[in-house]
């Protein structure tokens, strides 16, 4: 008897769990402690596992690290949720990382921008299409600095039978409603994906939502999954006095801090781990540590964010 898996878009139906990378006291990866964060994020309910993307500093690791904490991702993970991983840099090195991906058991990719130049709409479509042609993994596209895509590229993207998503970290919601209408209009009836990849992207999530993109990543469930969850929750079932209390408790006060230093995206969220007891490491240069006073800032937010949890609710 064959059994067939549900489709992609049921699977992602809950948090988006966007894990960091474990390095040990050397600076080499920690698979172990990266497999110990995993098992707590998919503990603690998250629907899939976003591998070595951009909170995981994909940029600073290598192919064969990067093959090693996608295994590890995968090994914990062991089927309950689907593990995506990241793909990046020029056409050639995105290939090798997309197939060191499907080697190591990932479920799909996060196809991040081309490094450093400026694409026009063809160059585009022919680097995502090229990625998508080099494995059998389901792939979403991710907009954001130097790959931002006209509609109609969407549309023609969207054909490829394994690109299933765009994910959107511009923050343009004009041009998302223009291209969630394109898809729309080409392909009636099409299961096409959108997220919302905002940093701290609770925050938006309201006005995303607005236009029709349900589905976003949760840097905050890598440090707070409850607080996470407990949004998620009452985001979906139209909760709108617990989505205000954390928008304006937590997230806000998250989203303000982070702005106040570079690189905060990733190594502010690296630290609210290391408050969770998470052995997880500093990051790699070129990012940097944040500053002292706003780790113990990111402590109280934290700690005020748990107390705004409905009943049930558990630090």
Do not use: W
């Not at 809950?14 to 040990?24: Q, W």
């Not at 190594?267 to 706003?294: C, D, F, I, T, Y």
């Amino acid at each position: 008897m064959t059994t067939t898996s549900p489709p992609l878009s049921a699977r992602l139906d809950g948090v988006l769990f966007f894990p960091v990378t474990a390095y040990g006291p050397d600076g080499s990866v920690d698979t172990d402690a990266l497999r110990a964060h995993v098992r707590d994020g998919i503990d603690a309910g998250a629907a899939a596992v976003f591998a070595c993307c951009g909170t995981g500093e994909f940029h600073a690791l290598t192919l064969e690290e990067f093959r090693l904490c996608v295994a590890a991702a995968v090994a914990e993970a062991a089927g309950r949720v689907p593990v995506f991983a990241g793909a990046g840099y020029g056409t050639a090195l995105a290939v090798q990382y997309a197939r060191a991906a499907e080697e190591a058991g990932a479920d799909g990719l996060l196809a991040m921008p081309p490094y450093l130049v400026v694409a026009d709409q063809e160059g585009l479509l022919a680097h995502y299409t090229a990625l998508a042609d080099s494995t059998g993994l389901d792939v979403i596209v991710y907009q954001r600095d130097n790959a931002v895509f006209a509609p109609q590229t969407v549309a023609r993207l969207a054909r490829h039978p394994r690109i299933v998503g765009l994910k959107d970290g511009l923050g343009d919601l004009d041009l998302v409603q223009r291209i969630v209408s394109a898809v729309r209009t080409e392909l009636p009836g099409s299961d096409f994906l959108y997220f919302n990849g905002l940093p701290t992207a609770e925050l938006t999530a309201l006005a995303y939502r607005g236009v029709g993109v349900t589905l976003y990543s949760s840097a905050a469930f890598c440090f707070a999954p409850e607080i996470a969850v407990a949004f998620h929750r009452a985001l979906t079932t139209g909760d709108d006095a617990t989505a205000d209390r954390l928008i304006d408790g937590f997230y806000r006060p998250l989203v303000e801090l982070r702005s106040r230093g570079r690189g905060y995206a990733v190594s502010l969220v690296k630290a609210g781990v290391r408050l969770r007891g998470g052995k997880v490491g500093e990051v790699r240069p070129p990012l940097s540590e944040p500053a002292a006073e706003h780790v113990e800032e990111l402590g109280r937010i934290v700690e005020r964010g748990y107390a705004l949890l409905p009943e049930g609710g558990a630090a």
